[in-house]
């Protein structure tokens, strides 16, 4: 595939791959089902998500992680996306985020065997070693970041590609932060400005990642995070407010809202349905029904 080029660089000619780990319960977000398959604005996280990572112009391919009894919905709300050359895989995930961006990699050396669009019921092995990937450089995004603008992405990529090893896009911290000890006594305030916000996706040399996850041990919240572990060097780039997590209700609130009104500019006013409604006991007979999530 080639590329437009990023920033007014020349096109790039490697592979680009992402991993995007959606095989989360969703605890916090309490929808029900696993949050990556919780639908705004009429489609799941996990399409917005890696229909976004295609549609920045410079990913390749994906591996989705989900969980093993979605494994069929996710290969069917994904075929779509077989496009051109992309490679859409699917694999099952783990216990742990950790567990299941292995899985990933792992389905990564085998991910191009059925190029071009084809899908897979090849299961990744749990904890294999990842020898070589074939690609320039890998992502890992977060699903429930799924509304991910381009620019970021665009920017990880631009990045590895100029030889960074590891990047994480950031945001600034608007809060001060405290720490604190066992106790919830404070025991410190950093320099909030030497204090960000990190996001995904998160950008690798993939030697540098593959190397960081066959030394990992069992969790990590971030991945890069474990090339930190190797001694190696995390470059930053600006991240972007919508690709905030999407963790809460009110997180999904703020999705919905903004979906809303990306549509209204494009088509005029949208109306909204939440899942749930306002029920005024003074003049409503009854109160409403909360539309039921697919199980
Ligand atoms: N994830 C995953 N496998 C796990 C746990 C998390 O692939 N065992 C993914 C989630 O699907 C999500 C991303 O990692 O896209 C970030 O995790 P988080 O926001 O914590 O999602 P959940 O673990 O699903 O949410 P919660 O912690 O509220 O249960
Ligand atoms: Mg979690």
Not at 175 to 195: E, F, N, S
Not at 231 to 250: I, M
Request: with cysteine; hydrophobic share 45%; proline share 7%.
């Amino acid at each position: 595939m080639t590329h437009d080029g990023v920033n007014g660089h020349p096109a790039p000619t490697g592979r680009v791959a992402a991993v995007v780990p959606a095989a989360g319960s969703g605890v916090r977000l309490g929808a029900g089902i696993p949050k990556a398959f919780v639908e705004l604005g009429g489609e799941t996280m996990l399409e917005r998500c890696v229909a976004g990572l295609l549609a920045s112009g410079v990913v390749d391919d994906v591996v989705a992680v989900v969980p093993e009894d979605r494994v069929q919905e996710a290969e069917r709300l994904l075929a779509p996306l077989r496009v051109g050359d992309h490679v859409v895989v699917v694999t099952v995930g783990g216990a742990e985020r950790t567990d299941s961006v292995r899985n990933g990699l792992a389905a990564l050396t085998t991910a191009r065997a059925g190029a071009p669009g084809a899908g897979t019921d090849r299961p990744a092995v749990p904890g294999a070693a990842v020898a070589t990937t074939g690609y320039d450089v890998l992502l890992v995004h977060d699903a429930a970041r799924c509304l991910t603008p381009a620019e970021p992405i665009r920017r990880v990529v631009a990045a590895v590609r100029s030889g960074e090893v590891a990047v994480v896009p950031v945001v600034p911290v608007v809060d001060t932060v405290k720490q604190v000890d066992a106790d919830a006594y404070v025991v410190g305030t950093p320099d909030r400005a030497t204090l960000r916000g990190v996001q995904t996706p998160q950008g690798f040399d993939p030697d540098t990642l593959l190397a960081a996850y066959d030394a990992a041990g069992d969790a990590a919240t971030d991945d890069a995070g474990l090339v930190e572990r190797l001694g190696r060097r995390v470059a930053t780039v600006d991240g972007a407010a919508l690709a905030f997590k999407v963790t809460t209700a009110e997180d999904r609130m703020r999705a919905e809202f903004q979906l809303l009104s990306e549509r209204s500019l494009a088509e005029g006013p949208q109306t909204m349905t939440f899942g749930w409604q306002l029920y005024r006991p003074e003049t409503d007979s009854e109160p409403p029904r909360a539309p039921q999530e697919d199980q």
